[in-house]
């Protein structure tokens, strides 16, 4: 979509994050940005103050676009949990996928302040998105129902936040959507219901 050419922000998170897909976080300078969009820095600093603002920005445009997507995938009436599951993951690892995945070593290492800010960012998102989530799944009988909604998301929050820090990512060297598809996998493998086995009489 396209953004509205009377809303001067909006053009200009959009170049930014073309850019940033393009060049990823180090190279997208505020020099760049300003020849990109053909016009002064002193006219790019009157709409974003820094380089961090405006990171800090693009993410929480990308935030509130993955926050609607997931609340489309939510929503759908007549989806079972399982459907349900899938396409809300695939929207989140499709999300990150489409970040160059130096984008989160750079901002854990040159910007600790703003790392901070997106870890709040993602604890304001992950709990109510998935909440509602293990919610369907255990209306559906497919989430076991001793799991706590609450416990479930914050250990996933802190398992998402110390996969995505520098040294980790470093560690494995997995892109950030791999990181996260495997931390699911492994918790939501552990709170599904299993069916009953039906043991064979001796003959």
């Known amino acids: 979509m396209q953004p509205p050419r009377n809303d001067p922000r909006a053009r200009i998170l959009e170049r930014a994050t073309e850019l940033l897909r393009r060049h990823g976080c180090r190279a997208l300078t505020m ?69 160059p995945p130096q984008v989160f070593q750079d901002i854990d290492r040159e910007y600790p302040s703003l790392r901070q800010r997106i870890e709040a960012i993602r604890g304001e998102l992950l709990p109510t998105m998935l909440g509602r989530l293990l919610r369907l799944g255990a209306a559906e009988d497919k989430v076991r129902a001793d799991v706590d909604p609450a416990f479930f998301c914050t250990v996933f929050l802190a398992g998402v936040n110390a996969l995505l820090r520098a040294e980790t990512l470093d560690r494995f060297r997995l892109h950030p959507a791999e990181m996260a598809a495997r931390l699911a996998k492994l918790l939501f493998d552990g709170i599904a219901t299993r069916p009953t086995r039906t043991r064979k009489s001796s003959a």
């Open 31 to 99: 020099e760049l940005l300003a020849r990109e969009l053909g016009v002064s820095k002193k006219t790019l600093y009157a709409v974003v103050p820094s380089k961090e603002a405006l990171v800090e920005a693009m993410i929480r445009r990308f935030v509130g676009e993955l926050r609607s997507s997931l609340e489309a995938v939510l929503e759908v009436p007549g989806t079972d949990y399982s459907r349900r599951k899938e396409e809300f993951f695939a929207t989140v690892f499709g999300a990150l996928g489409r970040l």
